[in-house]
């Protein structure tokens, strides 16, 4: 009987934490696109748009590693497109 | 304190100017630090003493200080660049030597350089007054602009950053603290303004922003053309005046230099003269409510604090 309620409780987490998962995907891809954009914006004297100023920069610089491994890993999958959106909406 | 900024063209006698005037305010009893935020420092000359950039004792209530701009720059993004490469090892894969190497020539360091010099000295205990002898006028107004116009960005990103923090909270509310992965190692992310490093980076930056932007357009901020009695430098006054009007900023005075003042000149400067005199009276018709003070072409250019002075007590005070 434990045994049985021991397991019955695995599964329930486990659904759980898919639901949960599930309940956030999208959330979690508008968290990566804003700080993608944040990170674009903040470091974009490479990628040419207009940058703020220098001072601003280098004051927000050194606390930028997450946004700067998204950025990367964003434009690490630019040349698929296609993949990532279908990949959103679930779609195979 | 009370900060003075001497703005104008190049060769038009701003060292000098604000040599002598920092001289006047030291023998006034004002304790007074002279600091040249210019590139191509000739305060030391004007003094007759080597000026460093660390600041020394000139005279009687008198400091006087050179920034090295580029030795600041330097400094300062080599202590970000250390800073970096211990806090996160992945970015040793960015190449971050070669971004610091671009960072270093790009657009607008120097003038933040500058902004933090000026941010330094008037942040000095000790001092009744801080006279700044600055670059060529298009710099120093970027210079003064620069607190508003880095506001305006930095209130969007600060509004941008809610909004992450927000969604940030969406997933925790759900899923519990937010984890993420960086560079192969889990860390925490916080949804807290309160503990989101970039946040209160920009909130802290923000409020440093706000203090120059009101120090600059204060009471207490004394910005002060020199200019000669040229078509051209006339113009150029115009168009700070303008530009600083824009950015909240008041010229207090305007310091007229070189200019020749001869009963009976020669033949060969007449016509120089009457072109003078027609830029003294467009000025004057022009350029309403700001104190024009003359200084006439010197027979020789003050050097040391006594001739400095002398200027002061005849001429600008």
Known sequence: MRRLLDSLKKSFRTFDKGMREDATSLIRKQLDEEENIFALLTMSVFSGIPSPPTGVVLRILPHMSREISVMTRRSAGLDDMFAQTLGTFDID | MKTYFFLGKGGVGKTTVSAAWSAGLAQSGLKTLVASIDPAHNLGDAFAVRIGDRIMHVGNNLDAVEVNIEDMIRAYLDEISAKMKSTYRYLSAMNIDGYFDILKNSPGIEEYATMEAIKKFVALKGYDAVVFDTPPTGMTIRVLAMPRVSLLWTDQLIKMRKRILSTRG????????????????????SSSEKEDPVMQELVSYREELRALRDMFSSEQSYVNVVTMAEDLALSETKRIIESLDTFKIRVRTIFLNKFFAMANPPEEIKGKMEEQEGVIKRMKAEIRGIEVKDIPLLRKSPRGIDELLHVYLKYLV
Do not use: I, S
């Open chain 2, 170 to 189: 969406m997933v925790e509310n759900v899923r519990g603290k937010f984890e993420a992965e960086v560079d192969g190692e889990r860390v925490v992310l």
